[in-house]
């Protein structure tokens, strides 16, 4: 068989790491059963080569060579193992399988947690429901490194591992957990140092009185040791038994004392006293008691009584009784009740008799038990009572039986009536424990019918022959105002006790069926049927809707309806105008201008609106909003030129749409641009605002620019033969302007309006 071979892997601990350069501390390849491995400074992995194992054969061999299977918990320690290890066609087994449906790590005992799963994709699929066991791919083209699981039966590469932790180590009172190229223990409770040999000390226990026995597993008083605590006989122990000393260094429990055992406190018996002497304690061991009676008792029991060590007092409680007179019975047909104040039927009893029911007592009602050890009185009797004597009903019989007497208590007397009759009241009856007869007297009368009433809402009228419905009574029914009789108007009563027909009935007289009026509600209270007799329907109407007629209407006993039907109409409120240079467009739901209805405002050209673009009348007849009007669009404000006039016109307000305004010059000024502007619906106005400019200028403009060619100015277009005539219209101008004054008749002081301008120009 050839040598295996095997990798040693450098681990640290449950966080295992790459072994880096340096860290080992030798390699010896050693052959052993197949395997050659490589030694380390701390936890070592091993593989088996060339044999192959199923999963229990390959723990088996790492169980038995090294540690056991390995155990992989972080993605570093399996890159190192994939980089590290040959290529095997049938991979490595790993320590984990299925144990009870759980992955489990088998040396470790602990469940696979999500966090460290590395499965393969698809993984684990436990295909054929036999895949218990995981296999790890070891330099695979996909999925190297990953986990599948297998059916444990397979054959694969052993892949294990061996533990830096052996059994000895930590003295036995640790745990020993791998570390970094090492390992450390981690004491029990109780335990401390490096390897765990030290141990926790408590205090040494010194009890007074009390004795003590320990025994010292580790040191004297140290973790582990116990003292038990005993007391003497008679003695009984104050807190625990037995101390232990804990990893804390403190003792399980307080020192325990010893007390004196006690026994349960006594007190003198009833009407007897108690005197005792005390050792130890009141009423503890070794405490005596003695017991005596007061005059008129004996005592009953023990003398005296002492506390032993069992807590408990020698002989029984003794008892004072009192002096006993005979035992009473109670008389034939009676009881005895008695009251005992010391003991049944001693001094101080007393016996009340009684007589049971029917029964009169003869003699005295009670007895006492006097200190004589005698009963007061004579012994009493009880006597049967007594009822009248009774005779047969007229028309009928009597016969009766006695039990203790005639027509005593008990007694029985059965009443029959003669062919024709029947017997009204019991058929018997008996002598009570009062002293009276149970029942009334009965009497024989004619068969009788059953009791007819009115029918509900009628009335009842019957004549009866021998006796209220009785054989040969005649009852006629009538129903009330509202009502209609249902069956036979008279019944007669028969040989048989039975009516003639069946019983009739009045039912209330029925209206027609009320609807409620549109965009309404009906709310009807009905005392005898829907829609019937004495029903009342109220009306109400919607929201926004007011009832036209009657709120309510009741029905008759004629049949008919108290009023009219009512009806439901909108609410109406004041009809809205349309605005003044506006439009309003309404539409209606109920009628016009009521609940529901909607007004929508706009302004024509030049306005602009003001308020609520639309209206709702709503349930209370009132409008949404505030009145709605159209104002006139604004221009800027204009003001006259330098040396010129300004008359405006406003339809609609100062500056506003279509207000129009008209400039002029002064005298020997002349206007440049248009004479009127006007506002318009834009807010704009139709020209820029005209200047003044002097007439000489004016004339010096028209000269400079008429050499030959024709001139536009002020829009208009000048000729040769013009310009002369305007040089003659300048000069006279001049003049004019020299003999004319502003006067207050032409504007205001100091200025011409156009008008004025004009004519005297």
Known sequence: MDTGTAVGL???????????????????????????????????????????????????????????????????????????????????????????????????????????????????????????????????????????????????????YRASCQPFLCSQHGECVETIGSYRCECYPGFYGPECTDVVQC????????????????????????????????????????????????????????????????????????????????????????????????????????????????????????????????????????????????FGSRCAFSCQKGFVLMGPESRECTATGIWTGDAPRCEAIACPVLSAPEKGELNCSHLHGNFTYGSRCAFSCQKGFVLMGPESRECTATGTWTGDAPRCEAIACPVLSAPEKGELNCSHLHGNFTYGSRCAFSCQTGFALVGLQSHECTALGTWTGDTPHCEAIT??????????????????GDFTFGSTC???????????????????????????????????????????????????????????????????????????ESRDCTALGTWTGDPTHCKAISCP??????????????????????????????EGFVRMGAEMLRCEATGNWTRDSPVCAEDGAFLKQVLAYSSGSALAVAGLVLSGGLIAFLAKRLSDREEKRKLLKPTSDLGAPGTFTNSAYDANL
């Open 203 to 346: 205090a040494k226990l010194e009890p007074k009185g009390v004795p003590m026995n320990c025994s010292h597993p580790y040191r004297d008083f140290s973790y582990n040791s116990t003292c038990e605590f005993r007391c003497p006989e008679g003695f009984e122990r104050r807190g625990a038994g037995v101390l232990r000393c804990l990893p804390s260094q403190e003792w399980s429990a307080n020192i325990p004392t010893c007390a004196a055992v006690t026994c349960p406190v006594l007190s003198a018996p009833e009407k007897g006293e108690l005197n005792c002497s005390h050792l130890q304690g009141n009423f503890t061991f070794g405490s005596t008691c003695a017991f005596s009676c007061q005059k008129g008792f004996v005592l009953m029991g023990p003398e005296s009584r002492e506390c032993t060590a069992t807590g408990t007092w020698t002989g029984d409680a003794p008892r004072c009784e009192a002096i006993a007179c005979p035992v009473l019975s109670a008389p034939e047909k009676g009881e005895l009740n008695c009251s005992h104040l010391h003991g049944n039927f001693t």
């Open 637 to 666: 404000v204009l003001s006259p030129p330098s040396r010129g006039q300004l008359s405006c016109s406003h339809v609609h307000g100062n500056f506003t749409y279509n207000s129009t305004c008209i400039f002029s010059c002064e």
């Open 10 to 160: 450098q681990s640290v601990g449950r966080t295992r790491t790459l072994g880096s350069p340096g860290t080992y501390l030798g390699i010896a390849a050693i052959t052993w059963g197949m395997v050659l491995w490589v030694q380390v400074g701390a936890w070592t992995y091993h593989y088996s080569d060339p044999g192959d194992y199923t999963w229990e054969q390959a723990r088996n061999f790492c169980q038995t060579f090294f540690t056991d299977l390995v155990a992989i918990q972080n993605q570093q320690e399996i890159e190192y193992l994939n980089k590290s290890l040959p290529f095997h066609g049938r991979y490595y087994w790993i320590g984990l399988r299925k144990l009870g449906g759980i992955w489990t790590w088998v040396g470790t005992g602990r469940a696979l947690s999500k966090e460290a799963e590395n499965w393969a994709l698809g993984e684990p699929n436990n295909r054929r429901s036999n895949q218990d066991c995981v296999e790890i791919y070891i330099q695979r083209p996909q999925q190297a490194g990953k986990w599948n699981d297998e059916p444990c039966n397979r054959k694969k590469k052993a892949l294990c």
């Open 511 to 528: 209206c027609p069926v009320l609807r409620a009026p549109e965009k309404g509600e009906l709310n009807c209270s009905h005392l005898h």
């Open 538 to 612: 109220a009306f109400s109407c919607q929201t926004g809707f007011v009832l036209m007629g009657s709120d309510s209407r009741k029905c008759t006993a004629t049949g008919t309806w108290t009023g009219d039907a009512p009806r439901c109409e909108a609410i109406k409120c004041s009809a809205l105008s349309t605005p003044k240079m506006g439009q309003s467009a309404c539409s209606h739901l109920h009628g016009d201008f009521t609940f529901g209805s909607t007004c929508a405002f706009s302004c024509q050209a030049g306005f602009v609106l003001m308020g609520p």
